[in-house]
Protein backbone atom coordinates (compact mmCIF):
# COMPACT_ATOMS: atom_id res chain seq x y z
CA UNK A 1 0.00 0.00 0.00
CA UNK A 2 1.16 3.62 -0.06
CA UNK A 3 0.19 7.20 0.26
CA UNK A 4 1.98 10.09 -1.47
CA UNK A 5 3.36 12.50 0.77
CA UNK A 6 4.32 15.12 -1.66
CA UNK A 7 4.09 15.34 -5.44
CA UNK A 8 1.66 16.21 -8.16
CA UNK A 9 -1.32 14.64 -6.71
CA UNK A 10 -3.52 16.49 -4.08
CA UNK A 11 -3.98 12.76 -3.23
CA UNK A 12 -2.43 9.26 -4.61
CA UNK A 13 -3.05 6.21 -2.39
CA UNK A 14 -3.68 2.80 -3.06
CA UNK A 15 -2.43 -0.58 -2.76
CA UNK A 16 -1.71 -4.07 -4.40
CA UNK A 17 -3.28 -6.92 -2.72
CA UNK A 18 -2.21 -10.53 -4.84
CA UNK A 19 -4.23 -13.69 -3.38
CA UNK A 20 -3.91 -17.22 -4.63
CA UNK A 21 -6.20 -17.66 -7.65
CA UNK A 22 -6.42 -21.37 -8.10
CA UNK A 23 -5.89 -24.70 -5.73
CA UNK A 24 -2.08 -25.45 -7.47
CA UNK A 25 -1.42 -22.06 -6.42
CA UNK A 26 -0.04 -21.72 -9.96
CA UNK A 27 -2.39 -18.71 -10.50
CA UNK A 28 -2.26 -15.08 -8.72
CA UNK A 29 -5.07 -12.63 -8.32
CA UNK A 30 -3.69 -9.39 -9.05
CA UNK A 31 -6.27 -6.28 -6.72
CA UNK A 32 -5.05 -2.84 -7.64
CA UNK A 33 -7.06 -0.11 -6.21
CA UNK A 34 -5.87 4.25 -6.47
CA UNK A 35 -7.24 6.77 -5.52
CA UNK A 36 -5.94 9.75 -7.41
CA UNK A 37 -6.39 13.56 -7.42
CA UNK A 38 -3.66 15.82 -9.93
CA UNK A 39 -3.25 19.33 -8.96
CA UNK A 40 -4.27 20.31 -12.16
CA UNK A 41 -6.91 19.54 -14.99
CA UNK A 42 -6.48 16.42 -16.91
CA UNK A 43 -8.48 15.38 -19.83
CA UNK A 44 -10.47 12.64 -19.74
CA UNK A 45 -8.96 11.27 -22.62
CA UNK A 46 -5.74 11.18 -21.02
CA UNK A 47 -7.06 9.14 -18.14
CA UNK A 48 -8.96 6.66 -20.30
CA UNK A 49 -5.48 6.02 -22.07
CA UNK A 50 -3.61 5.89 -18.50
CA UNK A 51 -6.61 2.83 -17.51
CA UNK A 52 -6.54 1.28 -20.90
CA UNK A 53 -2.27 1.62 -21.59
CA UNK A 54 -0.28 2.04 -19.05
CA UNK A 55 -2.04 -0.39 -15.88
CA UNK A 56 -1.98 -2.95 -18.13
CA UNK A 57 1.29 -2.75 -19.14
CA UNK A 58 2.59 -2.62 -15.74
CA UNK A 59 0.77 -5.69 -14.91
CA UNK A 60 2.70 -7.27 -18.23
CA UNK A 61 6.09 -6.27 -16.62
CA UNK A 62 4.92 -7.82 -13.12
CA UNK A 63 4.13 -10.93 -14.73
CA UNK A 64 7.37 -11.06 -16.72
CA UNK A 65 9.56 -11.38 -13.49
CA UNK A 66 7.11 -14.40 -12.17
CA UNK A 67 6.53 -16.46 -14.89
CA UNK A 68 8.03 -19.64 -14.77
CA UNK A 69 10.47 -19.94 -17.73
Do not use: C
Amino acid sequence: AWNMVEGDFKTNRGSWTLVPFDVEGTRTLVIYKVHAVPKTAVPDMVIRLAQKKALPKALEHLRSHFQKK
